[in-house]
């Protein structure tokens, strides 16, 4: 049911169950917020949002207040802007007085919001918070100082990624948020997602930075230095740069990263390929011979967490293979060396990943052979671009150049690994290929394609009906397996991204991303998928060498002494 209400003296047209923020949202007036997550349950809690009850003259919270016929409001009223203002005074009040520091300086929501309603003076000044910075995580810093109490972060945390590793402590002004008996995030249930920096509204959360390791080695003559970047990161980073959304900045990237001083750069997507030609022969050898079925995808480090964590049933279920990070980290620290005659341990591996818990995977044990890290350092999207500013590299003037070959070659499929369901839908084009001995007709995979939580179809290859599922966001994957342990669920595929959207929308991307700036990168990648040529990991020209010269066949024994590791359970503070 539809009726009017009144906002600001114009007559807006509201519908039964809508709060009046999201009739402001609709018609293009703006109020500002630190609590508020669209879609997520309103909490009222830090009182931005309020507006003027020309009727009551209360402020009532248009975040949680529904819109009632007749009603009449004002936005910006005197006692509105001063209601505001006086919430960011109280905020600053006990806030770190370290802007000129802070990684997110000029990318602040409390520091825009401060500019906004001209508070230029410190009027309330209240004690300043201490508390000690939390460096335990291998991706994720806490700074407890900067936190605001805005909740975002606990709510991304225990009703999207269904971890809970934080939560709020205390009552009342003795509220804190934090780990479980205040153990470091290390001993938590994180899985390093970095979905909570990216709702951070301040610098409370961010990533563990490398940028003094890798400026050492690239300072180091006695290092060869090489970096990859993941198949997100050419359409993602656009925004971090300040260009229009999808943009693919391939050439340019390639170009940026050579001036910085990185002796080689390849392209992930190549090692995305090796990655399907090794797990759609591992999906066909289960299948085959019997084995544990579903399998499920191990190229997203938080999802293995959580596995690890809260699923440790299913990891017999999970792929052996590594992710397209570790292969290529491998496939440089042993073929590309002895090319190059090099020892391993002169190379420094860094890698540019959409992702926080790409860091927390570099450092695994699994991830070493005698002691030597197959990646050394990861950079996230947002500290790339950091990292060429400190570098002067001008990225609106800059000839693009070719990535290195070999180890930079890419197919198509390899190049959707970026957005969910991408993964499957390469690894589908390859195992048909290999039990048909025919390409498909038509190699995309509508089923599988889109920004919805959870995808599945049926595939037939030679009379099997192939079950397969694509899920993003731990809550939708833990509704799957629950299926799944009730007999409920008959897939033999799966593929699991902690983040939403895939990679594209991983936790070391552009804060501030909309949906639409998400589906516009997924978009990208369809588009190159559609007008390049050669789209199946199989058909990789440099892929078909690499076997050829060096690892033999899919699944063989130098492919298994590289390309492939195993998952344990871990026991956690929950």
Avoid at 88 to 94: K, R
Avoid at 277 to 293: K, P, T, Y
Wanted: neutral net charge.
């Amino acid at each position: 049911m539809d009726f009017t209400i009144n906002i600001n003296n114009k007559s807006l047209v509201a519908s039964k169950g809508e709060t009046i923020l999201e009739v402001m949202n609709r018609n293009g007036i703006r109020v500002p917020t630190l609590c508020h997550i669209k879609d997520a349950l309103p909490t009222g809690a830090c009182r931005m949002c309020v507006v003027e009850d020309n009727k009551t003259g209360k402020l009532i919270t248009s975040c949680s207040f529904p819109a009632e016929p007749g009603m009449s409001i004002l936005t910006h009223s005197p006692r509105v802007v001063e209601s505001r203002k006086t919430i960011i005074e109280l905020l600053l009040s006990n806030h770190p007085d370290d802007c000129l520091y802070c990684v997110r300086n000029k990318n602040c929501e409390l520091q825009d919001l401060s500019s906004e309603l001209h508070v230029t003076e410190r009027r309330i000044r209240g004690i300043k918070n201490k508390a000690n910075l939390d460096l335990s995580s291998a991706s994720i810093v806490r700074d407890p100082e900067k936190c605001i109490l805005c909740g975002r972060c606990v709510y991304v945390c225990e009703e999207v990624m269904g971890v809970a590793c934080i939560d709020f402590i205390n009552r009342g002004n003795k509220s804190i948020i934090g780990t479980a008996f205040h153990q470091g995030l290390n001993t938590s249930s994180c899985i390093n997602c970095g979905q909570c920096i990216m709702v951070c509204p301040t610098g409370a959360l961010t990533e563990k930075n490398h940028f003094a390791q890798i400026q050492e080695a690239l300072n180091n003559p006695s290092k060869r230095v090489v970096v990859q970047y993941a198949p997100s990161i050419t359409v993602s980073m656009a925004e971090e740069l300040g260009m229009e959304p999808g943009v693919d900045i391939n050439g340019i990237l390639n170009a940026a990263l050579r001036k910085v001083g990185f002796d080689h750069i390849f392209d992930s997507s190549f090692s995305a390929d090796l990655t399907i030609m090794e797990e759609s022969a591992e999906l066909i050898h289960r299948i085959q011979n019997d084995g544990v079925l579903p399998m499920i995808t191990s190229c997203c480090p938080g999802w293995v967490k959580y596995a690890e964590e809260f699923a440790p049933d299913f990891i017999p279920n999970l792929s052996s293979c590594k992710s397209p990070q570790q292969m290529m980290g491998a496939i440089i620290k042993s073929h590309f060396a002895a090319q190059e005659n090099l020892r391993p341990e002169e190379i420094y591996s860094v890698s540019i990943m959409p992702c926080t818990a790409k860091k927390f995977e570099a450092q695994r044990e699994e991830m070493t052979r005698e002691g030597i890290s197959d990646v050394d350092a990861v950079l996230t999207t947002r500290e790339l671009a950091r990292f060429l500013k400190l570098f002067g590299v001008d990225m609106f003037n800059i000839k693009p150049e070719l990535v290195d070959s070999p180890l930079g070659f890419r197919s198509t499929a390899g190049k959707l690994f970026g957005a969910s369901g991408g993964v499957m839908e390469a690894a589908i084009r390859t195992a048909y290929r290999t039990l048909t001995g025919k390409e498909m007709v038509e190699f995309q995979v509508p089923a599988l394609r889109g920004f919805e939580g959870r995808k599945e179809t049926k595939i037939n290859i030679n009379g099997l009906e192939l079950g397969v599922a694509v899920v993003n966001g731990m809550t939708n994957a833990k509704k799957l397996l629950d299926e799944i342990r009730a007999g409920k669920n008959d897939v033999h595929f799966i593929e699991i991204m902690a983040c939403p959207g895939g990679c594209i929308g991983g936790g070391g991307q552009h804060i501030g991303t909309s949906d639409e700036q998400l589906r516009t990168r997924m978009q990208t990648l369809y588009r190159i998928d559609e007008t390049e040529r050669i789209k199946v990991s199989h058909k990789n020209p440099e892929i078909v060498e690499l076997y050829k010269e060096f690892l033999g066949k899919p699944l063989g024994h130098k492919s298994h002494e590289l390309l492939h590791t195993h998952y344990h359970q871990r026991e956690v503070v929950k």
